[in-house]
């Protein structure tokens, strides 16, 4: 066959990449460090065939459009879809690749980390040394909260949930888990989101970004944690209503929040929850691993390729389309 036009949104790792070049020698790449403008994305992915993107860039009616109807396939290197209008492209019987698996226990284990941070209050302890305020050891010096025998719950129990759970044995802890949809696993109980909110030390956000999950840490469930408790967002920023957020951290509501993910993303560096010591943010690196990324470059592309030969997409996110 004729070589297909591809465009690729970023300059992901090599070992995707270097199969999509075996394939198809010249793909064309946006090699900037910041993702092509709304103008610039729907100049380029103009008659292309395929489209590799990422979650920085909003996939809906308009950018579908602006390629044209001879695509076959769109491979987003995330797991996550929320920035893909996943209906409209069934609609118009394009095949979305997503990376489902490969990024669960980097995911889980920033989800720890972050746990760890906020509950031992790394972040000010370091913040503390720098700015040359260590002067003794002193027996009241920025305590924070224990992991044993809390109770660590889980709100969304899919593949991240469960190997946050799977982590939290390890530290002794109580699971406890909110998601209709899911058998337990590790040992951890299944209970409403109330009771959930009542009896957790930390509160875990797993769910995906939808319409039913958006905003919905807001005031009422916020006042309904512990004052003691800390809040752990791994999943997506709009899944927290953050103006709610900074005034339960502020009016110590809530003892503290580690956040990966905000709205928007970069968080302006004017927003007030950056002010706050009880809250720590880091810019989105769940998957942040080395090993990881090589492993969602590769399946980023394998299901491009796939889409490109006109096979079925080994990940698929919209199967219906098959349909
Ligand atoms: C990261 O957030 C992803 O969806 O891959």
């Not at 810019?283 to 491009?304: E, F, V, Y």
Request: proline residues 6%.
């Amino acid at each position: 066959m004729s070589q297909p036009k591809i465009f690729i949104t970023r300059l992901i790792p090599g070992p995707g990449l270097n199969l999509i070049k075996e394939h198809f020698p010249s793909p064309k790449i946006w090699t900037h460090d910041l993702p092509p403008t709304r103008e610039q994305l729907l100049e380029r992915v103009r008659g292309v065939d395929g489209l590799l993107c990422l979650l920085t860039e909003r996939i809906d009616a308009e950018l579908m459009d602006a390629i044209g109807s001879q695509v076959k396939v769109i491979s987003s290197m995330s797991v996550g879809v929320d920035h893909i209008d996943l209906g409209e492209a069934t609609k118009r019987g394009i095949p979305i690749g997503h990376t489902p698996g490969v990024l669960t226990d980097a995911t889980a284990d920033q989800t720890f980390a972050l746990l760890l941070a906020a509950a031992r209050r790394m972040v000010e302890g370091v913040d503390y040394v720098r700015a040359g305020k260590w002067t003794t050891w002193h027996p009241q010096l920025l305590l924070g909260a224990d992991m044993v025998g809390a109770t660590l719950g889980i709100v969304g129990f899919g593949r991240i949930g469960q190997a946050v759970a799977k982590r939290a044995q390890g530290f002794d802890m109580r699971v406890i888990y909110h998601d209709p949809t899911a058998e337990s696993a590790y040992n951890a109980q299944p209970v409403d989101l109330d009771t959930l909110l009542r009896e957790s030390d930390f509160v875990s956000l797993h769910v995906p970004f939808t319409a039913e999950t958006r905003q919905m840490v807001n005031d009422q469930f916020l006042s309904s944690m512990k004052r003691t408790a800390i809040l752990v967002n791994t999943s997506r920023g709009g899944v927290v209503d953050q103006t709610a957020l900074h005034r339960a951290l502020k009016s110590k509501q809530i003892f503290a929040a580690a956040l990966d993910v905000t709205d928007p993303e970069p968080l302006p560096m004017d927003s007030p929850l950056l002010e706050l010591e009880n809250c720590i943010i880091v810019p989105h690196l769940g998957s942040a691993s080395k090993r990881t990324r090589d492993q969602m470059s590769l399946l980023a592309a394998r299901n491009l390729i796939a889409g490109l030969k006109g096979e079925r997409l080994p990940h698929c996110a919209n199967p219906e389309v098959y349909k």
